[in-house]
């Protein structure tokens, strides 16, 4: 009985002890995955917050989300080298599946790289976002008061051409900045061939910040400059045409539905005809070759040398010969039509620039403003932007454009010159100035004037009306201050970094001299040296030949002791020598002629 209960408790013991080790594992388990979750949950907070930070509050689910997607499937981009295009638009759900067994093909072990690798990619985007939101608030710090509040409700779409450094997704915001219902860019490098991919991050982040704040159908991109789509050169037409097609790629990925470009110069080796028959070829081929291909809009162009474009006529030319006419049309840039020869600035003039569009193009067509003044007189053919209402054109076709039914709908851009540093500013009072003339009155005797400023008297009638206007010409005196204030800093700044320049080279220069003269030195000490040496030798050497001559003496004072001895005296043993062997030969000459 009592083995039984020592036995019995033995038991108990062994069973308490692997209760107490179940227990204890149970607990570390437990400490374990809280660990895990915190730490997961601290990463979404910390997320959270950067988005939150970033002042995009309705992007923020669709950004974690969608960022988290697209770093899945950057993995998968890696495995298979894939051109800009093939990354194709794919539900944010269809993704996740993918993804999910993407991992889990790839086994326990890739899936921990892959995870490991995403959170690498995950804390750098967090820190270049953290990077961007800085700079973006020390930006909006800076330009806070110029900040105009978005006009919403309005059918006129009106923006400005803006900058997407630091990822494209920073064009939706900069245009928010400044108040823009619409915005145009660069979606590749605008001077150059090459172009690297759009990081699937960062489309993502672009698409959802379209959507969210509701730019769809009002970005307008912008070809890279350097594309020719007439160019005679086979070799030549062929890299414009794979630019042209990297831009509309780009755009496809990016859910962009227009997109404008330059549509090229003959060079002067080909007829217009011709080149305008090229233009319409490679937009046939865009058309077969890009999936999702955003509409192709033709812009007018000043007209300077061969460059196609500066009437209706001739992009009519290329528009009658594209196949999918539902993927292309034009887009009506203000100074380049005055400029081009078209008086857009009084109604009579804007009208008959229209009856020619309606004529040669069609209407339907236009799909897109650039709204410019004009640095360049009437028919000039300078392709020199102003702001509005500072140029050539006067006000007439800005009020045009925002009381003309058929241009609601269409995103409207400006392109008008800007200093680095008040560049928002000026854009923002410009889209406002826009708005304020938009619902006015335009007088008959006012449309007939092609006058910079509308006097006085020509103030529109209605309160109302004129307080638009009044409002209008104040932004736009504000337009023209804050080039000024920004043209003096970049004076200013161009001046200290000339200063800076000057004191750098000073001192690199007072830095050689010192190296130069700390060399002299040296020099000069190696030369007093040797000197010096010099000296010591010249020494040594005098001494030993006064021994030399003091031996000699002696010797041939031993050997004739009867011997004059005042040349020895003063010369070397050889010189003595000679003297002896003078001697000798005037005694033998002497008694030749004796
Ligand atoms: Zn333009």
């Known amino acids: 009985m009592r083995g039984k209960k020592r036995g019995a408790k033995k038991v108990d013991e062994v069973n308490d002890t692997q209760q107490q080790q179940q227990q204890q594992q149970q607990q570390s388990q437990h400490r374990a995955s809280k660990r895990l979750k915190s730490s997961a949950k601290a990463e979404e907070v910390k ?15 669709g950004r974690v989300k969608n960022g988290h997607n697209a770093v899945q499937d950057d993995d998968a981009a890696e495995s298979s080298p894939a051109s800009p295009a093939a990354a194709e638009e794919e539900p944010c759900e269809a993704k996740v599946s993918s993804d999910a067994q993407s991992q889990s093909s790839g086994g326990p072990a890739a899936a921990a790289a892959d995870a490991k690798k995403k959170k690498k990619r995950e804390s750098k985007s967090c820190a270049g976002a953290q990077q961007q939101q800085q700079q973006q608030q020390q930006q909006q710090q800076r330009g806070q008061q110029a900040d105009a509040a978005r006009v919403q409700g309005s059918k006129y779409h009106v923006g400005a051409h803006i900058s997407m450094a630091g990822g494209i997704e920073n064009s939706v915001k900069n245009a ?40 769809a159908a009002r970005v307008l991109p912008h070809g890279c400059y350097l594309t020719n789509l007439a160019n005679p050169d086979e070799e030549k037409r062929r890299k414009s045409y794979e630019c042209f097609v990297d831009d509309l790629q780009r755009c496809a990925l990016l859910g962009i539905d227009r997109f404008n470009f330059h549509p090229g110069s003959t060079v002067g080796e080909c007829s217009m005809e011709e080149g305008c028959a090229s233009i319409a070829q490679c937009i046939n081929r865009a058309h077969e070759q890009v999936k999702d291909c955003p509409r192709i809009l033709l812009e007018n162009m000043a007209g300077s040398g061969n460059v196609i474009g500066k009437s209706w006529t001739e992009l009519g030319q290329v528009i009658a010969l594209v196949v999918d006419k539902s993927k292309v049309g034009v887009c009506l840039d203000l100074c380049h039509a005055f400029a081009a020869g078209y008086d857009i600035s009084h109604a009579a003039g804007f009208d008959a620039m229209l009856e020619e569009l309606d004529a040669n193009v069609g209407k339907e067509y236009l799909q897109g403003i650039h709204i410019n003044d004009s640095k360049g007189a009437l028919g000039s053919h300078k392709d020199r932007h102003d702001n509005v209402g500072a140029g050539m054109l006067g006000l007439y076709p800005f009020w045009r454009i925002m009381n003309d039914l058929r241009f609601q709908g269409m995103p409207m851009v400006l392109e008008t010159p800007g200093e680095e540093g008040v560049m928002h500013q000026v854009w923002s009072r410009e889209v406002e100035a826009l708005y304020c003339l938009s619902g006015t009155l335009y007088e008959d005797d006012v449309r007939s004037r092609s006058n910079k400023t509308i006097k006085a008297e020509h103030e529109p009638k209605g309160q109302q009306a004129s307080g638009g ?21 970049e004076e200013e700044k161009k001046q200290r970094s000339q200063a800076n320049k000057t004191l750098a080279k000073a001192k690199a220069r007072a830095k050689a001299k010192v190296d130069v003269s700390s060399s002299e030195e040296d020099v000069d000490v190696e030369k007093e040296e040797e000197k010096e040496e010099d000296k010591k030798r010249r020494n040594v050497e005098l001494i030993g030949a006064k021994k030399k001559r003091a031996k000699t003496a002696a010797s041939q004072r031993r050997a004739a002791p009867f011997a004059q001895q005042t040349a020895a005296e003063v010369s070397t043993a050889g010189e003595s020598a000679l003297v002896e062997n003078e001697r000798g ?10």
Do not use: T
């Open 47 to 61: 997320m959270e917050s950067d988005i939150a930070a970033a002042g995009m509050p309705s992007i923020r689910s």
């Open 176 to 215: 928010l900045n400044i108040g823009g219902n619409a915005f145009a860019l660069f979606v590749r490098p605008k001077m150059a061939w090459a172009s690297k991919a759009i990081a699937e991050v960062n489309v993502q982040a672009f698409k959802c910040a379209v959507a969210q704040h509701d730019y």
């Open 469 to 489: 206007w009044q409002r209008a010409r104040e932004l736009m005196r504000q337009v023209q201050e804050l080039r000024l204030q920004g043209a003096k800093a």
């Open 585 to 594: 030969a005037g005694r033998k000459s002497r008694g030749r002629a004796l």
